[in-house]
């Protein structure tokens, strides 16, 4: 951790120090402090971060990660904006670094990088990293031509994780990051070939890919946050922006505006690893002249099939906005969590039944205990728990849609959830259902069981707010209004309790779980309950 502090610190400096070059190109102490700062950086003997290298030093010159082709891309664009202010000796050895420990190294080793063959971010981000700095400096047309044959074969294999709905199962950040630097590397592909080249020209899926970040955004800057998600933040404008201006769709520009206010209202977050001289400049580049202090965004009921997301919006006949997200999918998606049939509501931009998303990242949490933290178990989130199991990790654990329906007035989303559950949870059948009616703003939820096993079947709320709970209803706490929730047939309330986790910054933080069985277990197989507003 304190190697990744300095090591991101030196590379926000001299992103720094090139955007303030730029700004006042007659101030000689900025393109002073661009030298220095990036000789320090070429000195350095390894990119790669040493948690990614597998030797006993932590370096490996030849190693191609993620913030090694960052550290790439980053010299790439100090050349292509100052190489007349540099010496020729320093632009000569950055050139060479390029060249020989990624182009030729990408092109004699590539059987050799898990990546290549990898559906998740980091295919998208080497390859930006190895041929994006190509694209940019390379001036020998053959070998930019072969690393252009490989990048074919390879990075579709990224667009397999994305289902034809454009769904991400890893969330907004990860989207961002991946489908981000794809959408680089595109732009970069179609400079340097003079559009006779494109990533996303006449792609359909492209398209759906392209809207995934402004569909899973939320009102008050939160997130739909399954999985490894952030629960709020900011998108990228800069990438919205490009993304609205390539693809002639003017529905992700009023995104773009919200998320520039955004960065208007709060300033821009200096010591994010993102803040780098790629990142900062197409912010300044892609900036709008002005921004409105009224931005008509619309929240569009959607359906990612292949993922098995459903989101919907709604305002009920007292003004009450609602926000409501759930998911099915299989135990084994990328940054998994066990939380097939999970859900989220939002009242008001306010998060009430929450997502943990993504706690601290630990070396644990990316091993074989990962599934003891709370952010990734099925403890650690608003689902039953048959018999004292959880749900399991794993492909086969998967769930089935039974409904998805959506519109302006309902929302009705069913889930069988029965092959989530291990063996010893002995149950025949569980059924999740959902139905909402957004005029009259009530939310039902209901489970179904058959067990082999009658021992327990408890079902739970998780929440972040204040809860008072009584024999007949649960209120959670909100601003304004509470969140009413009232056990129906054969359904009681069998306490709450607190758990404790960090979160992403390692901040201590506690949800409560709010707890629901049958009254009777063999009789009725299903709980339910009724959630509403009141005052």
């Not at 759930?326 to 039944?353: F, R």
């Not at 933080?509 to 009725?524: A, C, F």
Request: aromatic share 12%; proline share 4%; glycine share 6%.
């Amino acid at each position: 951790a304190n190697f990744e502090t300095v090591y991101f610190e030196r590379r926000r400096r001299l992103s720094r120090a090139a955007i303030c070059a730029l700004l006042e190109p007659d101030d000689s102490r900025w393109m002073a402090s661009v030298r220095y700062k990036t000789h320090e950086i070429l000195d350095e003997f390894s990119w790669a971060l040493p948690a990614h290298v597998n030797t006993f030093s932590g370096k490996d010159p030849m190693h191609i990660d993620p913030f090694a082709g960052e550290t790439a891309n980053l010299m790439a664009h100090i050349v292509d904006l100052f190489e007349p202010l540099l010496s020729d000796d320093l632009v000569a050895n950055i050139k060479w670094r390029l060249r020989s420990q990624f182009y030729e190294n990408y092109l004699n080793r590539h059987d050799d990088f898990f990546w290549m063959l990898s559906s998740g971010n980091w295919n998208a981000l080497c390859h930006q990293g190895v041929v994006g700095p190509a694209l940019t400096l390379e001036a020998d047309p053959r070998l930019v031509a072969r690393i252009l044959g490989y990048m074919k074969r390879y990075l579709a294999i990224f667009l397999t994780g994305y289902g034809a709905d454009g769904g991400c199962s890893e969330g907004p950040a990860y989207w961002q990051q991946g489908f981000g630097w794809f959408c680089a590397l595109n732009q970069q592909l179609e400079t340097r070939t003079r559009g006779r080249l494109s990533l996303i020209e006449n792609d359909p899926k492209i398209n759906q890919m392209a809207h995934y970040g402004s569909r899973v955004s939320l009102p008050n800057f939160h997130f739909v946050n399954f999985s490894d998600s952030l629960r709020s933040g900011s998108l990228n404008p800069a990438l919205l922006t490009y993304l609205a201006d390539r693809l002639g769709d003017d529905s992700l520009r009023p995104h773009a505006l919200l998320h520039y206010r955004y960065l208007r209202e709060h300033g821009l977050n200096f010591a994010a690893q993102r803040s780098d001289l790629f990142y900062l400049s197409r912010i300044f580049l892609n900036c709008p002249a002005a921004i409105p202090e009224t931005i008509d965004v619309q929240y569009e009921d959607v359906y990612f099939k292949d993922l098995g997301v459903l989101i919907a919006h709604g305002r009920d006949a007292d003004e009450n906005f609602w926000d409501f997200a759930a998911k099915t999918g299989h135990n084994n998606e990328q940054h998994n969590h066990n939380d097939c049939g999970s859900y989220i509501l939002n009242i008001n931009g306010l998060p009430m039944i929450i997502e943990i998303g993504a706690p601290e990242y630990t070396k644990d949490y990316f091993r074989e205990r990962r599934y003891e933290y709370l952010a990734a178990r099925t403890l650690g989130h608003s689902l039953p728990i048959v018999n004292g199991c959880e749900q399991a990790p794993g492909l086969h654990y998967a769930a089935k849609v039974l409904a998805a329906d959506v519109d302006p007035e309902t929302v009705h989303f069913c889930a069988d959830l029965t092959r989530c559950y291990p063996t010893a949870a002995e149950c025949n059948e569980v059924v999740r259902d959902f139905h909402w009616d957004k005029a009259r703003g009530i939310l039902t939820v209901k489970d179904y069981y058959e067990l082999n096993r009658e021992e327990s079947f408890d079902s739970s709320i998780i929440t972040d707010r204040d809860v008072n709970l009584a024999p007949h209803q649960a209120v959670i706490a909100g601003e304004g209004f509470s969140l009413i929730v009232k056990p129906l047939s054969n359904t009681v309330f069998a306490g709450a309790e607190d758990h404790e986790y960090r979160d992403h910054n390692g901040v201590p933080r506690k949800i409560r779980r709010i707890i629901m069985r049958p009254q009777k277990i063999d009789e009725g197989h299903s709980i339910s309950y009724e959630i509403s507003i009141g005052a």
